[in-house]
Every structure is written in structure tokens, then in C-alpha cells.
């Protein structure tokens, strides 16, 4: 029994690393964690309600994926985007995600793309709501369930770590201006197209929407900064 209590304990803390990994990662998103500032294990862990260890060990998730970098004897600085970086993310993610937006047109059945509806609809409704977590959330959700109909699993993950990578700055501004909307509405359009089957026009829509994303990217890293990590808390970003 003491063998399956450890076990059980592990599972919790890992439990625990990922969720602070998420309200992390929702911190970023939302402008909360301000990059090139530095912020320390423990002065995240108060404002999370959480011990430093879980987020020592989530900000080692972070830097991993390259979106923070550890600095001695400080803690761990958020990492800076340029628009160089954010250019070359956007023309891998063209290179990958077209060409295969018009494959699963042709390979998918209409259930399977139905099955996702839901989804996109959630990102038009979080987007009108001003949710701006939600919608990211949903956004991840669409667009790599989508690409998991293509059946190349390493492409997801390719596909996933890009998005991380290329994560949005400060969309409060533009999410309470209904900027996101559009963008939002994107997804049901691009839906559409792929049901009906049209692989040349659904392809046309994802260049689009990328663009749309990238200018996007371009509008908020010029808004106000967000919150301090005050704001942060786990029942915001788990």
C-alpha cells in the first residue's frame, strides 16, 4: 500500500505542475507576464496560492518550449518575440497548415468535420464575450483537432509548439474593441468550406485567417501592457 500512496502522490504533483504550467501559459497569453521582465519561482507561487516547487517545474516546461529562459540566482525571464520570429512562424505554419487544410478536405468525412462545429462556434462565442482565455483555448483546440484528421501526429505537435512559440501579446485591448470577432468567425467560414468540399477555397480561407492571426499579432504587441501577475490565479488558467 505505502508503493500506491507514493504513486498516487506523484500523480498529484504532476497534476499540480501542469495546471500551473496552464495558468502560466494563460498569463502570457493575456499579457500578464510582461516579456523581458524576470519574474521568481516563489513570487509566482504566492500569487498562485501554490509552493515554489510546481512552478520551478513548470517554468522548466516553459523554457523548454522557449518561452522563458532561466536566469541565475533570479528566476526566469519571459522571453521577447521579434517580428522576424513571428513572420517566420507565421511561414511555416502557411507551408504546413494549407496544403493539409486542403488534404483533410478531401479525405475527411462530413461527421468529422460536423464533430467540430462545436468548437468553432465556442471560439465565435468567447471572442463576443471578451473571454479572451477561452478563446485561445478553443483556437488550440480547433485548429489541432483539425490537423489530427490528416493522421500525422508529428505534424500536430509540429504544429502545436509553433503556436506556443508564437503565442498572441496583450489582445485585451483589441478583444474588448470586438477586434477578435472576425477572426473568431474565420473558423465557422473555413468549416463550411471544407464540408462542401471545396479543398481550393478552404485553402484560400486558412491563408487568410493566418494572415488575419499574424496581423493581429502585430496590433496587440502595440497595446498597453496587461495586469502584473496580481491577476494570476489557478482557477483562471486551468
Known sequence: MGDLKQHSLIKAQ????DQVGHALRAALIAGELRPGSVYSAPGLAAE?????TPVREAMLDLAREGLVEPVRNKGFRITEVSERDLDQYTELRTMIEVPTI???TKIATVEQLEALRPIAEEIVTSAREHNLIGYLEADRRFHLSLLALAGNDRLVE????????SRLYGLTGLDEAGKLVSSAEEHIELLDLMIAGDAEAA???????LGHVRSLWAQGRDEPVGRTPG????GSGV
Open 203 to 209: 485553402e484560400a480561407c486558412m491563408v487568410r485567417h
Open 48 to 52: 498562485l496560492g501554490v509552493s515554489a
Open 102 to 104: 486542403g488534404r483533410i
Open 14 to 17: 504532476e497534476r499540480l505542475r
Open 231 to 234: 491577476g494570476l490565479g489557478l
Open 158 to 165: 509540429t504544429v502545436g509548439d509553433l503556436r506556443k512559440r
